[in-house]
């Protein structure tokens, strides 16, 4: 998936760790970034062999969101210039939750603005203790609803809190984030990978079709109009799998009380 620079990506059989490897910068996102990050979500879509992605920062932080310092020569671009560079950063979200595999942020330190939205943008959400999280920009001059915050956030936590945090730009710290279920779980930051490796383990023990189908059910039924439309795609989606030789080997392994082993070709 190509050389990195501002990216460490790690492959540990099907499960990729991705580091945010900016520490200095506290993981900010300069333009270098940005087209990392959207260029590994983006290649995502069809690699098959990944089946799990670990999002993390590199140093103190998680990611400190946009780099203020890393402007250059941004002061002669027009309206047009500004609104693409504003989707290229957006796009990373899209691309998080359009990619087929779950994605597990470790969330430490900092998590401002757009490392917020990363954090959002994710499937689960473990913070260490030190994490703190906020919709940064509404304290520089604009506006907090950005790079999908305004969505993923009153999803997640509920439209007042959701609100309270996104017009005052508060931090939201580890143990508050933990009881609005905005994190699944909090833990010592040395212990964050620790924490991860059994929910890992066990999204493994499933079958790449179905954890793949699961996802993309959980999103689609976040906007779903009805209980009939969420339904109808669950239905979908149990059909399809049923007719994988997934669910053969799924069904073999359960009577033989044994891993599955989807690599095997079993007939239902």
Not at 133 to 153: Q, T
Not at 181 to 208: C, F, H, K, W
Request: proline share 4%.
């Amino acid at each position: 998936m190509g050389d990195w620079q501002a990216l460490t990506v790690e492959h540990r059989g099907e499960v990729d760790w991705v580091t945010m490897n900016r520490p200095e910068r506290l993981n900010a996102l300069d333009d270098v970034l940005v087209e990392e990050l959207s260029r590994y979500f983006g290649d995502l879509a069809t690699d098959r062999g990944v089946r799990i992605v670990v999002l993390r920062g590199a140093g103190r932080a998680f990611c400190a969101g946009l780099d203020l310092q890393a402007g250059g020569n941004r002061q002669d671009w027009d309206t047009i210039d500004r609104l693409r560079h504003q989707r290229s950063i957006a796009e990373i979200v899209m691309r998080m939750r359009y990619a087929p595999q779950p994605i597990v942020s470790l969330v430490h330190g900092p998590a401002c603005g757009g490392g917020f939205a990363m954090a959002l943008a994710s499937d689960i959400r473990i913070a260490g203790e030190s994490a703190r999280m906020n919709a940064a920009f509404v304290r520089l001059g604009l506006s907090a609803c950005d790079i999908g915050v305004s969505y993923f956030l009153p999803r997640l936590v509920g439209a007042s809190l959701a609100a309270e945090l996104m017009l005052t730009g508060d931090f939201i710290h580890a143990e508050r984030a933990l009881a609005c279920g905005l994190v699944s779980r909090v833990v010592p930051d040395d212990r964050m990978e620790e924490a991860a490796a059994p929910l890992i383990e066990q999204m493994l023990t499933t079958s790449p079709l179905g954890l793949r189908l699961t996802k993309e059910a959980l999103r689609m039924s976040l906007d779903a109009p009805s209980l009939e439309s969420a339904i109808a795609m669950e239905d979908r989606n149990q059909i399809l799998a049923a007719t994988s030789p997934d669910f053969g080997e799924g069904i073999a392994a359960f009577f033989e009380k044994r891993r599955p082993d989807y690599s095997r070709k079993v007939a239902s």
